[in-house]
């Protein structure tokens, strides 16, 4: 799969693509689908099966903080999509200027000229353009006038059911992880870099992976039973808080894992954590005794969860 970083990296090679567009949040069942048919039209046109997709996400910009939690990084995002066979990935820098561009420049310029789309997959409910003018007939006259078809995603069902990543935020909230598992079609996984960080794991007989989750709003919050792995590595099993720690006064929102029966050194390395149940809501204690108390049974809890699934 190829990525294209930037609308200024589009080239005349590039020119003749198939193509949807979205922010592809968690890539969820309904993502899958979608996708299935944009490769199916791309056999079917020869052309490659392009995604156009943003960074950041339209409403991390304009909403911040008050934006809907990030489920997926865009390095979690382009591994999916490139299981699921799209050819190329085009990743727009959503800022200020590219907001601000028209909706018939967006298609004129973007879609017509530098893409050359022949066939176009997106939600109704898709606006684009500056002040949001431009949505989904605007599009469908576009398409009439330079020749290309436009399809929503209405169309695409899970069962009787239309999947999305709203509903898959609510179950993760919820803290309800086989429905959020089902929603999206694979495990919820975190990822990030193993970074330093207080060491207070370690004084407590809990030595900890941190990483930094790098989102504006966090899907999910508290203690969970986790699997934890990394290129090369085996599958290992674990416990992880995900939160602000307010035991010890953290102000960062950020992922700690304690891999069960480990002793080796990860700092530096990118690894992959599967969210497999909730243990518990995050929670203050009185002191570092009472947390390391709670942690020694929500580490016990997480075994016995694993030696039952095992079993």
Known sequence: MELIR?????????????????????????????????????????????????????????????????????????????????????????????????????????LVKKLGVKYLVVGDDFCFGRQRQGHYAMLCRAGEKFGFAVESTQSFMVGSHRVSSTEVREQLAKGNLEQARRLLGHPYIMSGRVAHGQKIGRTLGFPTANIALKRLVV?????????????GSDIYEGVANIGFRPTVNGQKCQLEVHIFDFNESIYGKSIEVELVAKIRDEQPFDSLEALQKQILNDADKARALFSNDAS
């Open 6 to 110: 930037g609308i200024h990296n589009i080239l005349p090679t590039h020119r003749g693509c198939v193509l949807t567009i979205g922010n592809f949040d968690g890539v969820h069942r309904g993502h899958a689908k979608v996708i299935a048919n944009l490769r199916a039209k791309a056999e079917q046109y020869r052309l490659p099966a392009v995604l156009m997709t943003f960074e950041p996400q339209p409403q991390e910009m304009f909403a911040g903080n008050q934006a809907p939690a990030r489920l997926s990084l865009l390095r979690d995002k382009l591994l999916l999509l490139d299981e699921l066979g799209i050819d190329r990935v085009l990743c727009v820098n959503f800022n200020r200027a590219f907001a601000n561009m028209t909706a018939e420049d967006f298609i004129e310029e973007l």
């Open 219 to 231: 899907p999910v919050r508290g203690v969970f039973a986790v699997r934890v792995f990394w290129p």
